[in-house]
């Protein structure tokens, strides 16, 4: 067998051991290359031609994802959740409400652990929970039988030609259900509603209300992890063929109890530590404005001192929408650093902005400045992506935490 992988990033890696344990495969590898390079090659040669999630669609012989390739093989029920933001940790929430029901349960996909790796451990009784981006979603040519659809902003528009094409990966989530699957939506975006209408899988939107000990039950801060939480209740309730209220009725200290395990992902408004009355919050997967809107809004009545900027995605186009933000009354000192940091501070004339050159500069500042207001938050939620002084979002995250840390 024969197999050419377009990427060589965690996917592309795990398909390499998948196929070489299993059918003693060989393989090419393709990297930094540019769409049009890769369609001057000849692959017709090849049993599979592999690509990685950013890769766009190609129209190569053989052509395929680990994705799709998963979906073709896999012995279980798929629950699959996508979003803008949020679908890790309603990811974690449905796993962790599976695993209080006893449920044999795996959390794979764009989180963090490639389908492939988990494929063969799984059996007709094991439930799949699948984080699935637009770029996994790109070509998909199967649904999962539960599919989770939050809420839906422009974003990867530097991959995607253009917003609509976006939401035309997404909306690949439910296209190929029927009337014997399941759509979980979000519905109060109209993004969201408009593909759920087109669906022809059993609707179940959210929020809606609960009682206080389940909202009590969740640990995390901010009513958009309320509403995650509130999705993966729903999505439970489908994969038992109860609604949400039933599902609710029938057992809430075991749903108490998932909700309650779960303690947040890394880098997702993440508390990291305590200090002469300052907290410290981690949100560096905040990498467009409205990620980092939701992490203001979480802390409406606090003291907050918030370091902003890095590598902005849309060509300083939304630099006016994340100033605006940032002119909330409680945010008390802001923080700027990096490509977008720096631009902001030369467009606009705020007496609360300080320019830094480090990380560990802006992790210090905010510290001095915090101090002088006590009781006070410090959230590093950039608004922008990491690649112009970090490997990526989890090194400049690791990077912020270990110089907290060590206050």
């Known amino acids: 067998m024969k197999i050419a992988l377009l990427g060589y990033g965690k996917e592309g890696q795990a398909a390499e051991k998948y196929f070489k344990d299993k059918f003693n495969a060989t393989f090419d590898i393709f990297q930094n290359f540019t769409t049009e390079e890769i369609q001057t090659k000849d692959f017709s040669s090849y049993d599979l031609v592999l690509r990685s999630p950013s890769v766009p669609p190609l129209n190569l012989p053989n052509e395929s994802t680990l994705t799709r390739y998963f979906f073709d093989h896999c012995p279980c029920q798929i629950i699959g959740v996508t979003a803008t933001k949020g679908k890790g940790t309603t990811c974690s929430f449905i796993k962790s409400l599976l695993d209080a029901d006893g449920q044999d349960a795996y959390l794979i996909g764009n989180i963090g652990t490639p389908a492939i790796e988990v494929l063969d451990s799984l059996s007709p009784n094991s439930v799949v929970v699948y984080e699935m981006s637009s770029f996994q979603l790109w070509d998909?040519?199967?649904?999962?039988?539960?599919?989770?659809?939050?809420?839906?902003?422009?974003?990867?528009?530097?991959?995607?030609?253009?917003?609509?094409?976006?939401?035309?990966?997404?909306?690949?989530?439910?296209?190929?259900?029927?009337?014997?699957?399941?759509?979980?939506?979000y519905s109060k975006n109209p993004e969201t509603v408009k593909?759920?209408?087109?669906?022809?899988?059993?609707?179940?939107?959210?929020?809606?209300?609960?009682?206080?000990?389940?909202k009590k039950?969740?640990?995390?801060?901010?009513?958009?992890?309320?509403?995650?939480?509130?999705?993966?209740?729903?999505?439970?309730?489908?994969?038992?063929?109860?609604?949400?209220?039933?599902?609710?009725?029938?057992?809430?200290?075991?749903?108490?109890?998932?909700?309650?395990?779960?303690?947040?992902?890394?880098?997702r408004l993440e508390f990291v530590r305590?200090?002469?009355?300052?907290?410290y919050y981690d949100d560096n997967f905040s990498t467009n404005v409205s990620s980092t809107e939701v992490a203001i809004k979480a802390f409406p009545n606090d003291n907050l001192i918030l370091i902003v900027g890095?590598?902005?995605?849309?060509?300083?186009?939304?630099?006016?929408?994340?100033?605006?933000?940032?002119?909330?009354?409680?945010?008390?000192?802001?923080?700027?650093?990096?490509?977008?940091?720096?631009?902001?501070?030369?467009?606009?004339?705020?007496?609360?902005?300080?320019?830094?050159?480090?990380?560990?500069?802006?992790?210090?500042?905010?510290?001095?400045?915090?101090?002088?207001?006590?009781?006070?938050?410090?959230?590093?939620?950039?608004?922008?992506?990491?690649?112009?002084?970090?490997?990526?979002?989890?090194?400049?995250?690791?990077?912020?935490?270990?110089?907290?840390?060590?206050?």
Request: charge should be neutral.
């Open 274 to 279: 305590e200090l002469n009355d300052v907290k």
């Open 140 to 185: 998909l040519q199967k649904s999962p039988h539960i599919a989770v659809l939050g809420q839906l902003e422009p974003d990867h528009l530097n991959v995607h030609k253009d917003y609509a094409d976006y939401l035309s990966a997404k909306s690949h989530i439910t296209t190929y259900q029927t009337s014997e699957d399941f759509l979980v939506y």
């Open 217 to 267: 039950a969740v640990k995390l801060p901010g009513n958009h992890n309320l509403e995650n939480a509130l999705a993966a209740i729903a999505t439970v309730a489908s994969f038992k063929n109860l609604s949400p209220e039933k599902y609710i009725k029938s057992n809430p200290k075991q749903i108490e109890q998932g909700l309650g395990n779960f303690k947040g992902l890394p880098h």
């Open 310 to 407: 890095g590598r902005d995605k849309t060509d300083y186009k939304d630099l006016p929408e994340i100033y605006e933000l940032l002119k909330s009354a409680n945010i008390k000192k802001i923080i700027l650093l990096g490509e977008s940091g720096h631009e902001l501070a030369k467009r606009y004339q705020d007496k609360r902005f300080i320019v830094v050159e480090s990380l560990k500069d802006a992790v210090n500042t905010a510290k001095t400045e915090a101090e002088k207001i006590t009781p006070s938050i410090v959230i590093m939620s950039p608004a922008a992506a990491s690649f112009d002084m970090f490997k990526d979002v989890y090194d400049r995250g690791d990077q912020y935490k270990l110089l907290i840390s060590n206050l």
């Open 195 to 214: 593909i759920a209408d087109a669906s022809k899988a059993q609707k179940v939107p959210y929020p809606f209300e609960i009682q206080d000990s389940i």
